[in-house]
């Protein structure tokens, strides 16, 4: 509790205390009026002054129709018809709701940046020699920076000196730790687990991962869904209305019976129940607190806007390569010809490969995995044809199709993905064929997603039909669009569109920018260290796993689902209450209840939008 | 020029909201947001101007919300 909630704690305290003895000495003693009033007045004032003060305020500023304003109209107003007890006791509970609710938002405010607790609050810096601990904003870029195990590392950078494993489960949601060796990249806001590191820097702070990904969240509510834009429009006619109909109620009845005082009452609680607060304070809550659940998962979403979309969605189009499949090559078959054993026609690719820097060459190389023997042989290597070795009479040769038939070797017909044809002093050896390899997860995730009510999953990819429609069978996509070139994977994505529907496009955000900034819902794979993505996507996947975008939509529909149920709940309730006035069923009590009470269970609700437990 | 402000006490969700409209209604702000969550006012206006709107934006969240402050 913070001061000031403490101050009104005790206010209400003593102002309940106060006015429970009041109520007993009034009760059993005949007192004359001055008196009566007065024993009310005083623990009214005690617990009530501040909000009459600012009532005031608000009245010479010409602000009428707000929460105080009301609140001390209703008060005044009971004490006018002699309800004195009423009048005292709802300001007491006004205000304990206040209190109430302030708790609640401002534990709501801290869980949700606890979530967030990924900001380095320190850095140790080696300048001259000496270890200096500084704020992470004070770093620059190249300063040698010291973590221990524990620390989190405070800056983006490269290891220097030392090995350790970092858990990168705040910025990822992965909490699977990845080792690191000195050359490697470590990003801010992991936590160092392993042993001492020595890290330069190579960002400043506000350039850092950690701070980019913090900014995102932070201003993520800035971007407001259409809930949020109705309950402000609704809040903006709601309270008048309610006030006016109050003013009826008061007059109208009461000129046909003369009941004035009972029909006061009755308009009071129109007044008390006439704040909107419990759908202005609920509502972006639970999308704050959505946003927020899903970035713990490593979900990050830019808007809250994109969470009542997420959860809409119909249609998902993907990107093959860095979506579906890793990008990286790996070889994925070693085919040898009778007669050459495996690890001949390995052996044999790896003497050509080994002097090329050519991606194929290298995950040929990591695939052999094993030393590579020294030796002085003469190495021709031909863009778009491949490697020729000669070494004294002998002639090895690695490379595609084409580099074989010129040296007169004929070799069978191509598969998926890119071969590698070994062949020595013209005998063909065998192939090696090099593929995109799928990541592990992306069949699950597509099957997720059509449990997930997606009627539509269909990939979209630059690489020839071949490839296209093996990874497809492979992951379970039924649609594939192959051989695209990046405006047509626009075109194709806005035929898409126009079928309806809400349409998530996942892309890795090199080439697909534009798409990305087309389709309803633009998501990126692999936020980290890809600015140009993080800048065109509404939603960044931090771990790179499809099925971490299921997650996201699974969170989506459950802030949706809190907020349609606060909505509901909080109208409901106080058109019950209104109703309940009207005919005079309903007392003061429950008219207080009708405006913070709902308001704190709102805020308990929307709270649940930011545990979202695996299931 | 674009700038963040913490708000102190700022307690009534339906206020900042008040506050957020008579903030964007200002001559020469490009853009304003209160964040009732995060109790913070961001202001968009030009380099020159900034001072002189910032004062008439602490002037507006006063009538609307007379126990807000702006940590300026």
């Known amino acids: 509790m913070t001061k000031k909630q403490k101050k009104i704690l005790i206010r209400i305290i003593v102002a309940t205390l106060v006015g429970v003895a009041s109520y007993i000495t009034y009760r059993l003693t005949e007192l004359p009026i001055w008196a009566e ?9 005690v617990v009530g002054y501040d909000v009459i003060l600012s009532a005031g305020k608000n009245i010479i500023h010409g602000q009428i129709f707000n929460e105080k304003f009301l609140m001390v109209v209703a008060t005044v107003g009971a004490f006018v018809i002699r309800e004195y007890p009423e009048a005292m006791a709802v300001m007491i509970l006004y205000q304990a709701g206040e209190l109430f609710q302030s708790i609640a938002v401002g534990k709501s405010r801290k869980s949700i940046s606890s979530l967030m607790d990924m900001r380095p609050d320190s850095a140790t810096v080696l300048r001259n020699g000496e270890e200096i601990v500084l704020s992470p904003e004070e770093v620059e870029r190249g300063e040698l920076l010291l973590v221990r195990p524990g620390e989190k590392i405070p800056l983006d950078g490269v290891i220097v000196e030392g090995e350790t494993t970092v858990n990168q489960a705040a910025l990822t949601g992965e909490s699977l730790p990845v080792d690191k060796a000195p050359g490697e ?5 992991s936590i160092n687990i392993g042993g001492l590191i020595k890290v330069r820097a190579e960002s400043v702070y506000t350039e850092s991962t ?15 869904a259409k809930a949020e834009n109705f309950i402000t429009k609704f809040a903006k006619y709601y309270t008048p209305a309610v006030v006016f109909a109050a003013v009826l109620l008061a007059v109208i009845p009461s000129l046909i019976d003369k ?15 006439s704040c909107p607060c419990a759908l202005v304070i609920s509502v972006p809550l639970s999308f704050f607190g959505g946003i927020g659940g899903a970035s713990k998962k490593g979900v990050l979403v830019k808007g809250a806007n994109y969470i009542e979309m997420l959860a809409k969605t119909s249609t998902v189009i993907l990107d093959k390569t860095g979506t579906v499949t890793k990008g990286n090559f790996a070889v994925s078959g070693v085919y040898p010809e009778n007669g050459v054993t495996e690890e001949t026609l390995l052996y044999k690719a790896v003497l050509c490969e080994k002097h090329s820097s050519h991606p194929i060459a290298k995950s040929v190389l990591s695939y052999y995995n094993k030393p590579v023997p020294e030796d002085d042989a003469s190495v021709q290597e031909r863009a778009g044809y ?8 002998s002639i090895l040769l690695a490379g595609n199709a084409l580099l074989l038939q010129e040296h007169g070797i004929s070799v069978p017909s191509s598969s998926v993905g890119t071969t590698v044809y070994v062949a020595e002093n013209g005998v063909y050896l065998g192939k090696i064929v090099i593929s995109d390899e799928i990541k592990p997860d992306s069949a699950a995730a597509v099957r997720e997603l059509k449990e997930l009510g997606v009627k539509r999953v269909v990939m979209l990819t630059g690489d020839s039909e071949k490839t296209a429609s093996s990874v497809a069978e492979g992951v379970g996509i039924d649609e594939v669009k192959a051989g695209l070139l990046p405006d047509q994977k626009v075109l194709e994505t806005e035929k898409i569109l126009a079928t309806g529907g809400t349409t998530l496009f996942v892309g890795d955000g090199i080439n697909d920018a534009p798409v990305l900034t087309r389709a309803d819902v633009g998501v990126a794979m ?13 939603v960044v996947l931090m771990n790179d796993n499809l099925s971490s975008l299921c997650e996201g939509i699974k969170i989506s529909r459950k802030t949706m689902r809190i907020v349609r149920e606060n909505v509901v709940f909080a109208l409901g309730v106080k058109l019950v209450l209104l109703v309940l006035s009207a005919v005079g069923i309903a007392n003061m009590w429950l008219a207080v209840f009708g405006d ?16 979202f437990s695996k299931k | 020029m674009k700038k963040t402000f913490v708000l102190e006490d700022l307690c009534c969700a339906h206020c900042a909201t ?15 947001s209160v964040n009732f969550i995060m109790q913070k006012l961001t202001v968009e206006a030009a380099d020159e101007e900034f001072d002189a709107i910032m004062k008439k934006v602490v002037k507006i969240c006063k009538k609307i919300e007379p126990d807000c402050t702006i940590v300026l």
């Open chain 1, 210 to 224: 950690v701070s980019k990904i913090l900014a995102l969240v932070e201003n993520s509510t800035e971007k407001k």
């Open chain 1, 259 to 273: 009941q004035w005082s009972q029909w006061i009452y009755r308009a009071l609680m129109f007044l008390v129940v």
């Open chain 2, 18 to 32: 008040k506050m957020e409209e008579g903030i964007k209604k200002i001559d020469g702000i490009t853009d304003a």
């Open chain 1, 185 to 189: 990249n470590v990003l801010s806001g």
């Open chain 1, 37 to 45: 009033i007065l024993l009310f007045v005083a623990p009214y004032l």
């Open chain 1, 596 to 611: 913070v009470g709902v308001a704190v269970l709102a805020i308990l609700n929307a709270m649940r939008a930011l545990r």
């Open chain 1, 386 to 393: 491949g490697i020729e070795r000669k070494e004294k009479e």
């Open chain 1, 526 to 538: 692999g936020g980290i260290g890809s600015d140009a993505a993080v800048e065109a996507a509404d």
